[in-house]
């Protein structure tokens, strides 16, 4: 991918933040800047520049040597979307993505098993991934100035957490945006008492989930993981193909109709979804 060179200021901060070799002066003929990862740099920093989502995932792509780095930060830019590649940068204990426009981000963080500190400030994310509760050494998240509405209850995992910011979240509702715990153990309390309420109707089975066509074998592999509930993101054995494949279908199946009651608050839920997200 290239870059137009029509800001000097872009020019030198990209000057700075790659190596020499693969940082090319402007061509009269086109104007253009081609840019490339450093690939012996095990500090990574991107601030302020005119880079959009299909732009970074390309960088991310074509870096032959994602495990060399440790710290990469991400700011000032256009990109909405963390792209899964990331999940190959195995070994980053830092990782800022603050000041962006970021509102989803892919289960693949997952396999970033030696971060520590993630700073996902002051972006627009809405949603936030069950796999994040499985980064067993992160100790500081920084989730301020988002559109977050919902804490996954697999944040109870995190046995390093010692620092969460939730501030700055008004759309939060559980727990709830007036309410916020202040401290890493009030969150875990929170956390803790909600995962312990159950669906009235977890015995049944409702007439419109079956089907009457034979369904395939991926069909069959796919149901038999989400019933089960087999923790399939840390089996070696699922190929990577498949966990995505999975992780969409059980965010399809949260959102699907299907009536729940609350054994806390006796309310009825249409969808799996509304009962996670709901606040009693």
Same mark, same amino acid.
């Given at each position: 991918?290239?870059?137009?060179?029509?800001?000097?200021?872009?020019?030198?901060?990209?000057?700075?933040?790659?190596?020499?070799?693969? %940082?090319?002066?402007?061509?009269?003929?086109?104007?253009?800047?081609?840019?490339?990862?450093?690939?012996?740099?095990?500090?990574?920093?991107?601030?302020?520049?005119?880079?959009?989502?299909?732009?970074?995932?390309?960088?991310?792509?074509?870096?032959?040597? /994602?495990?060399?780095?440790?710290?990469?930060?991400?700011?000032?830019? &256009?990109?909405?979307?963390?792209?899964?590649?990331?999940?190959?940068?195995?070994?980053?204990?830092?990782?800022?993505?603050?000041?962006?426009?970021?509102?989803?981000?892919?289960?693949?963080?997952?396999?970033?098993?030696?971060?520590? #500190?993630?700073?996902?400030?002051?972006?627009?994310?809405? !949603?936030?991934?069950?796999?994040?509760?499985?980064?067993?050494?992160?100790?500081?998240?920084?989730?301020?100035?988002?559109?977050?509405?919902?804490? /996954?209850?697999?944040?109870?995992?995190?046995?390093?957490?010692? %620092?969460?910011?939730? #501030?700055?979240?008004?759309?939060?509702?559980?727990?709830?945006?007036?309410?916020?715990?202040?401290?890493? &153990?009030?969150?875990? %309390?929170?956390?803790?008492?909600?995962?312990?309420?159950?669906?009235?109707?977890?015995?049944?089975?409702?007439?419109?989930?079956?089907?009457?066509?034979?369904?395939?074998?991926?069909?069959?592999?796919?149901?038999?993981?989400?019933?089960?509930?087999? !923790?399939?993101?840390?089996?070696?054995?699922?190929?990577?193909?498949?966990?995505?494949?999975?992780?969409?279908?059980?965010?399809?199946?949260? %959102? &699907?109709?299907?009536?729940?009651?609350?054994?806390?608050?006796?309310?009825?839920?249409?969808?799996?979804?509304?009962?996670?997200?709901?606040?009693?």
């Amino acid at each position: 991918k290239t870059y137009r060179t029509n800001s000097i200021g872009m020019f030198q901060a990209l000057k700075n933040f790659f190596s020499p070799t693969t %940082a090319a002066t402007p061509d009269d003929n086109n104007n253009n800047i081609p840019i490339q990862l450093a690939e012996d740099r095990d500090v990574v920093s991107l601030t302020d520049i005119a880079l959009n989502t299909e732009e970074f995932e390309e960088l991310l792509r074509k870096h032959s040597n /994602p495990k060399i780095i440790s710290r990469l930060t991400l700011k000032g830019t &256009q990109v909405s979307v963390l792209p899964p590649v990331i999940g190959k940068f195995v070994s980053i204990t830092k990782l800022n993505l603050s000041r962006n426009q970021i509102s989803l981000l892919p289960w693949s963080i997952f396999y970033l098993q030696e971060l520590e #500190e993630f700073d996902l400030s002051n972006n627009y994310i809405v !949603e936030l991934p069950k796999t994040l509760g499985y980064l067993k050494k992160l100790k500081i998240f920084d989730l301020r100035d988002n559109q977050i509405q919902f804490i /996954p209850s697999e944040f109870i995992l995190l046995e390093s957490l010692s %620092a969460v910011f939730l #501030e700055g979240n008004p759309t939060l509702k559980s727990p709830p945006a007036n309410d916020i715990p202040t401290d890493v &153990q009030g969150l875990r %309390a929170y956390l803790s008492h909600r995962h312990n309420r159950s669906d009235a109707f977890i015995s049944c089975r409702y007439y419109y989930t079956y089907k009457s066509h034979i369904p395939s074998l991926l069909d069959l592999t796919v149901r038999c993981i989400m019933e089960y509930k087999l !923790e399939y993101l840390s089996c070696l054995w699922v190929p990577p193909n498949l966990k995505h494949h999975i992780h969409k279908e059980e965010n399809d199946k949260e %959102a &699907q109709l299907h009536v729940m009651k609350c054994t806390v608050c006796n309310n009825y839920f249409s969808s799996k979804k509304n009962f996670e997200v709901h606040h009693c």
